[in-house]
């Protein structure tokens, strides 16, 4: 098997272990998140393949999908269900800021790491910055969401008083 599969399984395996530093309390919030970065993801990624500007030469379901279901369908909103479950709300600022700048950064790093030494993605028209800044927005974007949704519950999933 290539090492690409063991890299797609690892990220499974991965993903799933994350779930588990999910608080139980704060589970519909990490359902919320998960979704909603899901339909952003799907219609990012499917229109940054359809473009030309990235490619997944090995990937699950590639009859069905050019872009990646690993990381777009599961890896990417499992992340984002952890950043929002975890968001450090009674935090100044510059936390706040530091926050969303190390999780972009972590998983942009991650993302170059595979795409300069495997077959799993590949940069055609794409440069890691873009990376970084397309999941910064959909953090933001994701973040904003769940504070919309549960605007009404506020105080029980974003620790305030």
């Not at 994350?18 to 979704?35: D, G, M, S, Y």
């Given at each position: ?55 997944y030469p090995i990937r699950l379901f590639p009859s069905i999908n050019r872009a990646s279901f690993t990381f777009e369908f599961y890896a990417f909103p499992v992340i984002c269900a952890l950043f929002n479950t975890r968001y450090p ?73």
């Amino acid at each position: 098997m290539r090492i690409e599969w063991w890299i797609l399984i690892l990220v499974y395996f991965v993903s799933t272990g994350i779930l588990f530093f999910i608080p139980k309390q704060k589970i519909r919030l990490a359902v919320v998140a998960f979704l909603f970065k899901q339909i952003i993801t799907f219609l990012i990624g499917l229109v940054v393949v359809e473009l030309g500007w990235l490619e997944y030469p090995i990937r699950l379901f590639p009859s069905i999908n050019r872009a990646s279901f690993t990381f777009e369908f599961y890896a990417f909103p499992v992340i984002c269900a952890l950043f929002n479950t975890r968001y450090p709300n009674n935090r100044s600022a510059q936390i706040k800021l530091s926050y969303y700048v190390l999780f972009c950064s972590v998983m942009t790093v991650v993302e170059v790491m595979i795409e300069k030494y495997t077959e799993l993605i590949t940069y055609v028209h794409w440069e890691w910055y873009f990376t970084w800044i397309s999941l910064f927005i959909t953090f933001y974007l994701s973040r904003l969401f769940c504070l919309w949704f549960f605007l009404n519950e506020k105080a029980i999933y974003f620790n305030e008083e």
